[in-house]
């Protein structure tokens, strides 16, 4: 065996042991930093955040168990880097109470009596404590049950999206129809 040949044959032995050590030492010229900020933590609907539904005559506050609303809370997302989080988090919980129960949750009897959100949507506006559910006029007039769901959900998303503020004043206006008006949360809520 020529000398030639050894050293191939030396160099093809150790090559797979080498290329993994100068990988090491080399890190590819990205050097060590510590934790890097990339601005506010991500933000959704609060998970002690309560939608209230139906089951019988009486509201049940239930967490949000829509699997099928990520494009909605991705859209909702989008406009609260500009709007703040508390007006997302009360605007999702108001949506996704105007979306209606999941699927698991009407299995087990969970109704609402908002009419069904597919040709609508409520605006909401948060000034301070001060909450706003809107609801298009051609939604029409909406029973005492309906009235409650919006007002306990919009002042509990106020309260999680900010636990050290006082109790929201929330309104439901549905124009042309009436107006309702409750200061945070009291006894309908439970």
Do not use: N
Not at 34 to 62: C, E, K, N, S
Not at 102 to 114: F, I, M, N, P, Q
Not at 165 to 190: I, L, M, Y
């Amino acid at each position: 065996m020529t000398s030639a040949t050894a050293v191939r044959r030396r160099t093809a032995r150790l090559a797979p042991l080498l290329l993994p050590a100068v990988l090491l030492l080399t890190a590819c010229g990205v050097p060590a930093s510590g934790v890097v900020r990339a601005g506010d933590p991500a933000t959704g609907i609060g998970q002690t955040t309560m939608l209230y539904f139906v089951r019988g005559d009486d509201l049940t506050a239930l967490p949000d168990d829509t699997a099928s609303t990520t494009d909605l809370k991705a859209a909702l997302a989008f406009r609260a880097q500009h709007a703040g989080t508390v007006l997302y988090d009360v605007e999702l919980a108001v949506w996704l109470l105007a979306d209606g129960p999941g699927r698991a949750d009407r299995s087990k009897g969970v109704t609402s009596e908002l009419p069904a959100a597919q040709r609508w949507r409520p605006t909401v506006r948060v000034a301070g404590g001060a909450v706003t559910v809107q609801l298009p006029s051609y939604v029409g007039p909406l029973t005492a049950v309906a009235v409650r769901q919006l007002l306990c959900t919009a002042a509990d998303a106020f309260l999680t999206a900010s636990p050290d503020a006082e109790p929201a004043k929330v309104t439901v206006k549905v124009p042309g129809h009436a107006v309702w008006r409750a200061d945070g949360f009291d006894r309908t809520c439970s």
